[in-house]
């Protein structure tokens, strides 16, 4: 039987064992986006992931959703994460980068720019910006022209990421930002060949994946979705029929996996996502964040994913992977420092042998 402790090859990568890091925002670069050295002290803490997945990027100034994120769009960028990258590898672990353009969220106040979406249909909620909180606006609607130019601004973020010496990228098409957005029911109102019928909503996701598998290999990219997901006021009719037909129109490519995050508690749908899925799939699964051990045995054993993602534990725990052999214990994760700050909260949850 598959242990947690098996390496597995994901596309292009061999990954020394199946407890895989979650991607996190934590707010920690520079406002113009660059990653700092607390973040290549918080990255090579958590090496003992067999894959790590760093926290959303964005691959454009229009696309930054949320303050102090980092980004891949400029040289100094690129030179800002060279030493992370450098970091997981020496002490043995490999790296995705998370593109996460965040669509209708963001606020001018961030970025200077009027947020983008598929469709004109504001988000709930607040921004915080360097004034501090600010409600949402309504993003404007993107053109046709300017579809294209967002696609090949996750091909030149890929290409970036790979200069910066990532092992490769992963399209956040989770959670509520742009890619779900093109996805769901009530944020893509287009009625041209990117909205509408399901077959016009997961032409986005695809064409972007497509571009990027075509610039970097399609074994350095994965894809994040997260079918059901109700955050930032998405909805989806049919999440199953939707995802289906997104992962049948990729079915070509040879991606390093589909990485899957379960919302809600319906393990059949994350069944159905697995049967459609020939390649590499992974589980960042609902579970109890207490006992991350038991989730990872029960996906494991069941054979519903390769691998299982983990978040909050990773973030309270620098060595999870160790202390998952000795099924805990566990810090537990402090929300207060998420989002934020600095080494605080961030990097200095303590190891077994430190605490
Ligand atoms: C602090 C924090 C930041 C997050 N940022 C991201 C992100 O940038 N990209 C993403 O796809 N998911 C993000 N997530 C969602 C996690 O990857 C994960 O799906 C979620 O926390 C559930 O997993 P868990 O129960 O293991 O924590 C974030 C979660 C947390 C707690």
Redesign the pocket.
Known sequence: MTTAFDPITVGAVEAANRIFM?????NRATLDGLATDVMVEYYAQRSGAGLI????IQPSPVGQGYIS?PGLHSAEQVAAWRPVTDAVHSAGSVIFA?I?HAGRIGHPFLTGLTPVAPSAVRAPGHCVTTEGPVDNIAPRELTEEEILQTIEDHVTAARNAIEAGFDGV?I?G??G?LVQQFLSDNVNLRTDRWGGTVENRVRFPVEVVKAVAAAIGADRVGL?I?PGNNDLDIVENDPAELYTTLLNALSDLPLAYVHM???KDDRDLTRKMRAAWSGSFLL????D?GE?HKALAEVLDEGIADAV???????ANPDLTARIKTEGPYNA?A?NS??GGGAEGYTDYPTVTSA
């Open positions: 979650a991607p996190m925002t934590r997945i760093t926290e959303g994120t998370q996460m992963e956040h989770a959670n930002y994040r997260s995050r379960e919302t960042n699964p609902v579970y964040v991350p993602v983990f978040a909050r534990p990773f973030l994760a929300p998420f989002y």
